[in-house]
């Protein structure tokens, strides 16, 4: 079993509000803060794995590292 995340690119909120968890009203989601959170899991264990479906966000996350 591999864990995912799939996240709808402008489903019902725009993709930075998604990307950033803005909008809080219509519903609570970062994409930013999962992908942080695996990120560091990750790099913990190398043997663990993940799968991100949605690859604007994960192109998103990766131009704003350092």
């Known amino acids: 079993m591999v864990p995912h995340s799939h ?11 998604y990307y950033t ?12 803060i999962i992908l942080d959170g695996v990120i560091r899991e990750l790099a913990k264990n190398p043997k663990r794995k993940f799968t991100q479906a949605t690859v604007g966000f ?3 996350w990766w131009e704003r590292q350092d």
């Open 7 to 17: 996240d709808d690119m402008g489903w019902d909120k725009t993709v930075d509000e």
């Open 21 to 32: 968890g803005g909008n809080k009203d219509d519903q609570v989601a970062s994409v930013q």
């Open 58 to 60: 994960l192109q998103m």
